[in-house]
């Protein structure tokens, strides 16, 4: 069983209003993480349950991750200074497949669901990137997409900032236009509903990052329960431990 560790807040940046950038020391995770695992952080500030917080890249001994402020826990967890200790169990769940077979990979984020896809843009061959945010302020992390992967287009709902419409309307397009040996997606989970829809509709692989209410972020629990497909388990998997990421065609995503 893992064990928390205590880790130190190395930097912290604000990329826009509630969206927090931190760097946390600590080798042992950076030597083990892999691409699209999880932390699962104890927010302190009497806050019960830890927050699952996914992994956006890994680098020399530091783990970064990138959150939004939406609850007490998250509310608290902004509050900490550089130089603060951080109680931090982790890498939690499996990650993306990354293979070298794949060619012409396509990854495609919307909302907080774009972080744990900058490592996955650094990894694979030369991805489409399709990023959707609600409006342009909003937009986070461009020009460090864009430096990896040329190929990044952004989305906004309101169309204040580049294509107006859908992460998906993107996919879509570059399927009817180009070739893709996966699809790799993380978001709301609207937004993966319909990323699963064309993926089934193209025929094309394509794995999807679940975001999911958790408890004990190990399989005890049962909080983070979801429909699945997969042959030779139960109908329900465990999202922290079996995810979060599975193949599309493996997990049902209720309304
Ligand atoms: Fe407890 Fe997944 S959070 S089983």
Excluded at 174 to 187: A, Q, R
Excluded at 203 to 232: D, H, N, P
Excluded at 236 to 247: H, N
Aim: net charge negative; aromatic share 8%; proline share 4%.
């Amino acid at each position: 069983m893992k064990k928390a560790q205590i880790c130190e807040l190395l930097y912290k940046k604000e990329l826009a209003e509630g969206i927090f950038d931190f760097r946390i020391k600590s080798g042992e995770m950076a030597d083990v993480a892999k691409c699209g695992q999880f932390l699962h952080i104890d927010c302190g500030d009497g806050t019960l349950l830890r927050r699952p917080i996914s992994i956006c890249d890994v680098y020399d001994d530091v783990v970064r991750f990138v959150f939004e402020v939406k609850g007490k826990g998250t509310k608290a967890l902004a509050q900490k200074k550089v130089g603060d200790t951080l109680d931090v169990l982790g890498p939690l769940g499996h990650g993306f497949d990354i293979n070298d077979d794949y060619q012409s990979p396509v990854i495609v984020g919307g909302g907080i669901g774009i972080f744990p896809l900058y490592q996955l843009s650094k990894l694979v061959n030369n991805p489409a990137v399709y990023l959707g945010f609600r409006s342009a302020n909003r937009v986070v992390m461009e020009d460090e997409f864009k430096s990896v992967a040329e190929n990044t287009q952004i989305a906004t709902d309101d169309g204040s900032y580049g294509f107006k419409g859908y992460a998906a309307e993107l996919l879509k397009k570059h399927l009817d236009e180009k070739p893709c040996d996966i699809i790799y997606s993380c978001g709301p989970m609207p937004m993966l509903r319909a990323v699963k829809k064309i993926a089934e509709d193209y025929g094309a692989k394509c794995q999807l990052s679940l975001e999911q209410r958790m408890g004990c972020g190990i399989g005890a629990c049962l909080v983070c329960s979801c429909e699945t497909k997969r042959e030779g388990t139960e109908k329900y998997a465990k999202v922290c431990k079996d995810g979060p990421v599975f193949w599309a065609d493996e997990v049902t995503l209720n309304d």
